[in-house]
């Protein structure tokens, strides 16, 4: 049975149709790759899934029950967690405070929240920066302090809105390893990015967006030679 | 040692009134007391949850007009109806929660000062219950003993020591609430509403819990009030000044802090008291001087800076040793 399954989403703004009539599923242990040009609708996507925004339209499921319309909260209770495409740390805090402050909310005891948020935060490769206020550490460091919070709540589905933004080639090839680290330790992940080379290296399938539709999904070999992804990306080919 | 601060300072608090004898010091105690009591209130939601509120004179005019109507219809002595009044406080703080926490940023602030306003009306025009612009008034409080001696209600020492328990019951519920898991939580949402809520935090009830306890103790010291000048009318109680002034002395004395609004309120109400002498809101040009004074110069406060400055002294006096 699939972990996550979206059945004919729509999410309209006044008549701009952000998500139209969109269905794909995410299955257990999965990695799946969500891309598509500037504007295609990914993040309102993930917006739909954690509650943020309330479809107008459609069916998601999680875990086999109804999510579309919890608040947020709710959503992550269940098991869902998220980073932000815009990074959203607790700025002011330290970054041990950010994870521990996660950790904290399934009813942990502090002692065992900060025992859960070294450990995710030695995963991420954050363990020398544990008192650094959020605020100050580097934009990328921010995207992986973000990734060790969401961890922190221990997830059954991980969303990630753009991790590799503005990481450099070698930070990329660190972060590829980190997300299939994260899978194998049991979390599944939907992924959006646009730095291709990670997303076809580490993704199992893709679907892909353009002005709020699925236009094709596949694994990463089938989806590059797919004549509406193509077109979607560089325009149609002359006949 | 550090324990025996605050201890010292509650012993000396109830044992000054042995010293003090002269009236006029023991009102500015009393109003000191008061003001640090609703800075205290304001300060859990306004500066531990980052949602600053304009309308705090709500609660305070409904904790009044609870107890001096409770007492005036239904004859429940003031002391019990301080409580009662408190309760009623936090009780309706929970659908002006529920409305007002929709909004975020200066959106919530603008609506809780909206809401104080049509308590204020209402207050003015249902006349069958609090007798409109006219207000209300207590011709006499009822005899009660305490340990066998009289209260006699025409002294201050009873009212200064009415006001303490009730300042040192909000310093206590201030700091398990900041201390418990409920704190951490509003820190996150201080920090950031949607992170917050990205975690598993469910930030409208965790406002809407600390609302009410910012308003039961806010509207406790309007029953207070109600006891103390015996007398009340919408003007007096749901002043929007009243709402401002209670911001002042939480940014002056430091946001997000416990001993920020004390200080704070023994700072400007002394000073305030003083101008008052000289001409009458003279003390409101004083307060926004000290607004902008220390937005510029202490923007975490009074409180805020010291507490810096004594943990830099403390870290180096560990460093020598």
């Known amino acids: 049975m699939a972990l996550l399954e979206l059945q004919n989403v729509s999410r309209r703004f006044g008549g701009l149709s952000a998500v139209d009539n969109l269905s794909f599923s995410v299955a257990p242990g999965e990695i799946l790759g969500l891309i598509g040009p500037n504007g295609a609708g990914k993040t309102t996507v993930f917006n739909l ?10 069916d998601i499921r999680f875990d086999g029950k109804p999510i579309a319309g919890l608040k947020p909260h709710a959503v992550a209770r269940r098991g869902v967690a998220r980073t932000f495409q815009i990074v959203k740390p607790f700025p002011h805090l330290s970054t041990l405070e950010n994870v521990v402050l996660a950790a904290l909310v399934r009813n942990a005891s502090r002692a065992e929240a900060v025992a859960e948020a070294e450990r995710t935060l030695e995963l991420v490769g954050l363990s020398n920066r544990l008192h650094t206020p959020a605020a100050d550490l580097t934009y990328a460091n921010q995207k992986r302090m973000e990734i060790a919070r969401a961890l922190a709540t221990a997830p059954k589905l991980l969303l990630l809105d753009e991790p590799m933004g503005g990481l450099n080639s070698h930070e990329v090839d660190g972060a590829c390893v980190l997300v299939e680290r994260i899978r194998a330790s049991g979390v599944t992940i939907v992924l959006v990015e646009h730095v291709m080379k990670a997303i076809m290296r580490i993704s199992h399938r893709i679907v892909v967006m353009n002005q709020g539709q699925k236009i094709a999904e596949g694994t990463p070999a089938q989806i590059v030679q797919n004549d509406a992804v193509i077109a979607a990306y560089f325009g149609k080919r002359r006949a | 040692m550090k324990r025996a601060i605050p201890v010292l300072a509650v012993v000396l608090l109830f044992a000054a009134p042995l010293v003090v004898k002269n009236p006029f010091f023991l009102d500015l105690g009393i109003v000191v007391l008061m003001w640090a009591t609703l800075g205290i209130a304001w300060n859990l939601l306004g500066g531990y949850a980052g949602q600053v509120s304009f309308g705090h004179a709500a609660f305070y005019g409904v904790g009044a007009y609870a107890t001096m109507i409770l007492y005036l219809r239904l004859g429940i002595a003031p002391w019990y109806g301080i409580v009662l009044g408190g309760l009623i406080g936090a009780l309706i703080s929970v659908p002006i929660g529920y409305l007002c926490f929709r909004l975020r940023g200066p959106y919530f602030s603008l609506a809780t000062l909206a809401v104080a306003e049509i308590m204020r009306l209402v207050a003015t025009n249902w006349d069958s219950l609090t007798a409109g612009p006219m207000g209300l008034l207590i011709t006499h409080l009822p005899p009660v ?15 200064f020591y009415l006001m303490a328990v009730i300042a040192v019951a909000t310093v206590l519920a201030a700091l398990y609430l900041t201390r418990s898991r409920l704190g951490a939580y509003l820190a996150a949402i201080r920090e950031n509403e949607d992170a917050a809520e990205s975690i598993g935090i469910d930030t409208t009830r965790a406002k809407v819990v600390t609302l009410a306890v910012s308003a039961f103790f806010t509207a406790t010291a309007g029953g207070f009030y109600a006891l103390y000048y015996r007398y009340l009318d919408p003007d007096a ?85």
């Open chain 1, 49 to 58: 899934i954690t509650g943020f925004i309330p479809p107008s339209g459609g």
């Open chain 2, 145 to 159: 003993n305490f340990f066998g001696t009289p209260i006699n209600w025409e002294r201050k020492e009873p009212f």
């Open chain 2, 237 to 321: 109680v749901f002043p929007i000044s009243l709402s401002i002034e209670t911001v002042f002395i939480a940014v002056v004395g430091g946001l997000g802090t416990v001993a920020g609004p004390i200080l704070g309120a023994v700072f400007l109400t002394t000073f305030a008291e003083l101008f008052r002498e000289h001409f009458a809101a003279g003390h409101l040009i004083f307060y926004g001087l000290c607004m902008m004074l220390v937005i510029r110069f202490l923007p975490d406060g009074i409180w805020g800076r010291a507490a810096r400055w004594l943990a830099r002294r403390k870290e180096k006096a560990h460093g020598a040793a």
